[in-house]
């Protein structure tokens, strides 16, 4: 009934789909999404683009003089705000255009993948995989060894979580939003939200180009046919199929193959590695 994402993105999506909507609260909390980057490479990369903003460091990536992992734009809001800025910054008059499309790839062929969650990305970070990684303010804020040893560089559209009415709603589930909202509102819930890294940056101006619903659709289908760059992919499959997954397991694990199988481009390479007593 209610629809908070983490940014009015997602409301263009909805203005290109056909759900009956209407907006309950344009921001319920702000968050800025943006760059998490090692303090050494932000300063090698100020020495020699003169300045560490969005532009020089996809340079950086393009160049293969450092490396930035993002989340997968299909189930992560910072990826899908991050594909959208790499693909304005590579042609901010079309970002969709081939030119940016063709500049996708080679960021891709840059960097080792893209995961489904931060928690990858931050150990990839901490491991020396990667020098920074695409998330939030408020992340960066929560986490002290990333505050201790990388700084945040701002990008893309602001993540100020508007609140959607998906549907016509009674007239007790609207009662329900409304007190919803207006709690989310109050003074003691917004110093809650500050104190843990939210309402920051509000100096802050996304100042890219304005996606329409339908680019931003298109923009996700794009990441999906190009999203390995040049390379070739292979993916394997490690399955538990021990006396453990017996019965409702094995079932979801089967499942979960079969919905995998979905999102396989034909020209993937497949291997299935099973494991109970042996491997």
Do not use: H
């Not at 500050?194 to 509000?202: I, L, M, P, R, S």
């Not at 990441?223 to 399955?239: C, H, I, P, Q």
Request: aromatic share 10%; proline share 3%; glycine share 6%.
């Amino acid at each position: 009934d209610l629809f908070i994402p983490a940014s009015s993105i997602y409301g263009l999506m909805l203005d290109n789909s056909e759900k009956n909507y209407t907006v309950a609260s344009e921001s319920i909390v702000n968050n800025v999404s943006g760059i998490i980057i090692s303090s050494k490479v932000k300063n090698a990369i100020e020495t020699k683009y003169k300045t560490a903003d969005i532009e020089s460091i996809v340079n950086c990536v393009l160049n293969k003089e450092c490396i930035i992992g993002y989340t997968n734009p299909l189930s992560n809001e910072d990826g899908l705000n991050y594909l959208l800025t790499l693909l304005s910054t590579f042609d901010n008059k079309n970002p969709l255009s081939d030119t940016a499309i063709d500049k996708l790839k080679a960021y891709q062929d840059s960097i080792p993948y893209v995961p489904y969650d931060i928690v990858q990305l931050e150990d990839s970070l901490f491991n020396g995989t990667i020098d920074g990684f695409v998330s939030n303010y408020q992340t960066y804020y929560s986490t002290p060894d990333l505050r201790n040893s990388c700084e945040f560089i701002p990008c893309g559209m602001v993540e100020s979580s508007p609140a959607y009415i998906v549907g016509n709603l009674s007239q007790v589930k609207s009662g329900i939003v409304t007190k919803f909202v207006e709690f989310c509102g109050s003074e003691e819930s917004q110093r809650m939200a500050t104190d843990v890294g939210f309402n920051a940056k509000e100096d802050y101006q996304y100042t890219g180009y304005k996606y329409e619903g339908k680019q931003v659709i298109e923009a996700q289908n794009i990441w999906k046919r190009e999203k390995n760059g040049s390379s070739d992919l292979t993916a394997v499959f490690v399955s538990d199929i021990s006396g453990s997954m017996e019965g409702s397991p094995l079932l979801k694990l089967k499942a979960s193959l079969n919905r995998a199988s979905t999102f396989i481009d034909e020209n993937t390479n497949i291997g299935l590695v099973t494991f109970s007593d042996t491997v």
